[in-house]
């Protein structure tokens, strides 16, 4: 049901208007007083108003009626025995959408009304149908930049070799998506991360129980924690990204198997290459030993009594002969080994474009430094 809010200090006038307004809510001020108190609990559709009243009369009325922001749009119909074109034209001026002098026919009245009411009706229709295609548009604005974000995170992140880089690209991202949170990463020994450089000790121990909860558990006021293998988000403003999140710890969750994966192949190599050296330097020991020991053999079979200068020397080339072919080939592996390393170190040097996206993020954050326990 229509609200119209009449303010006239005339009684009967009131009781006159229900009586022909039957199927509205008519809410009565005597007062241009009384009715700026009631416009702060109540919103009409339409307000009818009289001129001349005690105290405030109703130019100035109208006037602070319209400079309510709730009341802009809501029309005024100026009811009055002056009817002089003077009077019509400061009416018009105080925002008056339309002006009736008394004394006036009943039906005329009744139908300028319920015009009056059906405009503002399908005009509020027409601003929810407007807010809500605003908000459609603003929903659709703000998923593409989520989405967006996810799939910026998902792409620069393959080229993240350290989990230090890794942590710092995630609260970019979760900053650009307005979130705050928290991330702990479960490996040992375990470290905990925040993006503002703050942790409570209840969130702490939140963190702590994250193993005993399920993969995504939401709970209290716009709080979750996230529980991916490797690491767990407790997140303090989670405001309808779940799904979102829970993309982005995805796309975490592969970044950390492949930088461990990368790590561990390092050092699988390293110590290959390590091995070899050690394999070298023990092959130089075995080559000297032969070469005495081949010495020994010959003279202690009595086919000479000693080896002449020339003739050791002779052994001496055949020995190192046989270990330069041997070294030649764990060279190979060696260069094998180079080789790799090499291409790793390589896949360790971020582009460009993420070195200098990480950089304007640690200038936005310079005042909070993270909180690592």
């Given amino acids: 049901m229509h609200k119209i809010l009449l303010v006239d200090d005339d009684a009967f006038f009131h009781e006159m208007v229900k009586s022909i307004l039957e199927d509205v809510e008519i809410i009565s001020a005597s007062s241009g007083e009384e009715s700026l108190e009631l416009v702060k609990t109540i919103l009409p559709d339409l307000i009818l108003l009289d001129i001349q009243m005690d105290g405030m009369d109703g130019f100035e009325t109208g006037q602070k009626l319209k400079e309510t922001p709730a009341l802009n749009e809501v029309p005024i119909i100026f009811i009055s025995a002056l009817d002089n074109a003077e009077d019509k034209l400061k009416a018009y001026g105080t925002g008056a959408t339309d002006y009736i002098g008394k004394p006036f026919h009943h039906a005329e009245f009744k139908s300028k009304v319920e015009k009056l009411l059906s405009l503002k009706r399908k005009a509020d229709e027409a601003y929810q149908q407007l807010k809500a295609s605003h908000q459609l548009i603003t929903d659709v604005q703000r998923s593409a930049a989520q989405n967006q974000a996810i799939s910026r995170f998902a792409q620069t992140s393959l080229f993240c070799h350290d989990l230090e880089t890794l942590v710092r690209l995630l609260f ?200 690592l326990f």
């Avoid at 080896?307 to 764990?330: C, H």
């Fill in 172 to 371: 970019l991202t979760t900053g650009e998506l307005q979130t705050s949170c928290i991330l702990k990463l479960n490996a040992e020994p375990v470290e905990i991360h925040s993006n503002n450089g703050h942790i409570s000790k209840l969130e702490e121990e939140i963190l702590e129980l994250s193993p005993h909860l399920k993969r995504i558990y939401s709970f209290g006021n716009n709080r979750a924690v996230f529980n991916w293998p490797h690491a767990s988000l407790l997140v303090r403003n989670i405001d309808g990204l779940i799904d979102t999140l829970a993309l982005l710890m995805d796309a975490f969750e592969s970044a950390y198997k492949s930088i461990q994966a990368e790590s561990d192949l390092l050092r699988q190599v390293q110590k290959i290459e390590s091995d070899n050296e050690q394999v070298k330097d023990q092959i130089h020991d075995y080559t000297q030993q032969m070469k005495i020991t081949l010495g020994d053999t010959i003279m202690s079979l009595g086919l000479i009594a000693e080896l002449a200068p020339e003739e050791e020397d002779k052994l001496n080339d055949i020995v190192l002969d046989y270990q330069q072919k041997i070294n030649n080939r764990l060279n190979i592996f060696s260069q094998n080994s180079q080789t790799i390393i090499g291409l790793i170190n390589n896949l360790r040097e971020p582009p460009e474009e993420l070195v200098q996206l990480l950089d304007d993020s640690q200038n936005k954050t310079d005042d909070f430094d993270d909180i």
